[in-house]
C-alpha cells in the first residue's frame, strides 16, 4: 500500500509537471509531434527496426515517450522554468539530430556491409540511435546533461541504474562489434561465409545477457568489497 501511495503521488506530480511545461513552453507540443513524425520517418526508411506502419506508429510513440521522459528528467535537476524551456528546445532538437546521424550511418555503412543488409544488422539500428541522443544530449546541453547524471548517480532510490546501464550497453556493443568484425572480414571461404550468416535476434539477445550477467556479478562482488 505504501509503495502505490508513492507511486500514484509521482504520478500526479509527474502530470503536474506535463501541464506546467505545456503552458510555460507551448513549442514543447510541436517538437513533441515532430520527434513522433521523425521517428514515423526513420521507421519507414528502415533506419529504426519494425515494420512501416504499425511499427513507426509504435516507434513514434517511444520516441514522443522518450523526449517527454527526458524532459522530465531535465526538468527535476533544474530550478527555473527558462531553462527548462531552454533545454526542451534543445532537447527537441537532440532527438531528430540522432535519427538524422543514424541514416548518415546508414547510407555510409551498407556499401561496406554487403551481402548483408542493415535490417540484417539490426543492432545497429538498436544501439546507434540512443548512442547519437546521447552525444547530441552532450554536445547541447552539457551543463543540464552532467547535473542529470550526477543527481542518478547520487539518487539511492536508482544509484545502480547508471552503471548498470553502462555495463549493458558495454555488452551490447561487444556482442555487436564481434558479429561486425566478422561482415568485414574477407578472404577465405570461411570467412566469405560468415558473412552470410549473420546473428539472429535471439543469439544476439541470449549473448548479451549472458555477457551482461557476468559484468553484473563482478560489479555486485566488486561493490560489495568496496563497502
Do not use: H
Not at 503552458?23 to 521507421?43: D, K, N
Amino acid at each position: 500500500m505504501p509503495y502505490g501511495n508513492a507511486a500514484a503521488k509521482q504520478s500526479r506530480q509527474a502530470a503536474e509537471t506535463l501541464a506546467v511545461a505545456a503552458r510555460s513552453a507551448p513549442e514543447a507540443l510541436f517538437l513533441l509531434a515532430f520527434i513522433a513524425l521523425s521517428a514515423v520517418w526513420a521507421t519507414r526508411r528502415g533506419i529504426l527496426p519494425g515494420w512501416p506502419f504499425v511499427g513507426g506508429a509504435i516507434q513514434g510513440m517511444i520516441w514522443a515517450g522518450l523526449y517527454v521522459g527526458l524532459g522530465l528528467a531535465y526538468r527535476a535537476v533544474l530550478k527555473e522554468w527558462e531553462s527548462t524551456r531552454t533545454v526542451l528546445r534543445k532537447l527537441g532538437l537532440c532527438l531528430p539530430l540522432a535519427l538524422i546521424s543514424t541514416d548518415v550511418c546508414k547510407l555510409l555503412l551498407v556499401p561496406l556491409l554487403a551481402p548483408a543488409s542493415w535490417a540484417d544488422l539490426f543492432y545497429l539500428g538498436l544501439l546507434l540511435p540512443p548512442a547519437f541522443v546521447g552525444l547530441w544530449c552532450t554536445a547541447l546541453i552539457p551543463q543540464e546533461s552532467r547535473a542529470l547524471y550526477r543527481a542518478a548517480k547520487n539518487n539511492p532510490t536508482i544509484a545502480p541504474l547508471p552503471e548498470l546501464a553502462v555495463l549493458l550497453a558495454s555488452a551490447a556493443v561487444l556482442v555487436s562489434c564481434a558479429d561486425l568484425a566478422f561482415q568485414w572480414s574477407s578472404g577465405t571461404a570461411v570467412e566469405a561465409r560468415l558473412k552470410v550468416d549473420v546473428i539472429q535476434t535471439n543469439a544476439w539477445a541470449t549473448n548479451v545477457l549472458i555477457l551482461f550477467s557476468a559484468y553484473a556479478f563482478i560489479f555486485a562482488v566488486t561493490s560489495g568489497v568496496a563497502t
